[in-house]
Nanobody
Framework: QVQLVASGGGLVQAGETLRLSCATS????????MGWFRQAPGKEREFVAA????????YYADSVKGRFTISRDNGKNTVFLQMNSLKPEDTAVYSC????????????????????WGQGTQVTVSS
């Protein structure tokens, strides 16, 4: 079965950096748009960033634009989220997801479009 395993979360201070990874298996990785979502305590899950299957197209939530960078390595079936200048409001469980875009090099922001989800990794930013 398809697996998405997120890692790299942790406890950091405001202004510091983390890099999340999401390793996938049993997935034709290069045919999927990959996204990162997050859910803070007491809040709904929200879109963070997405990257198209080729890696040429990316899209970010306004709240992370300029601070976070999504990238992918199709040879290693892995997607990354580089998070710089972290803020306390970035504290959440971060999950990766895969969306089959039927061969189109698109990015998807809609949560319901994603076919597969990972288990999430906790990111905590202290002030």
């Amino acid at each position: 079965q398809v697996q998405l395993v997120a890692s790299g979360g942790g406890l950091v201070q405001a202004g510091e950096t983390l890099r999340l990874s999401c390793a996938t298996s049993r997935l034709t990785f290069s045919r999927y748009c990959m996204g990162w979502f997050r859910q803070a305590p007491g809040k709904e899950r929200e879109f963070v960033a997405a990257i198209s299957m080729s890696g040429r197209n990316t899209y970010y939530a306004d709240s992370v634009k300029g601070r976070f960078t999504i990238s992918r390595d199709n040879g290693k079936n892995t997607v990354f989220l580089q998070m710089n200048s972290l803020k306390p409001e970035d504290t959440a469980v971060y999950s990766c997801a895969a969306d089959f875009t039927s061969g189109l090099d698109l990015v998807t922001t809609k949560e319901s479009s994603y076919n597969y989800w990972g288990q999430g990794t906790q990111v905590t930013v202290s002030s």
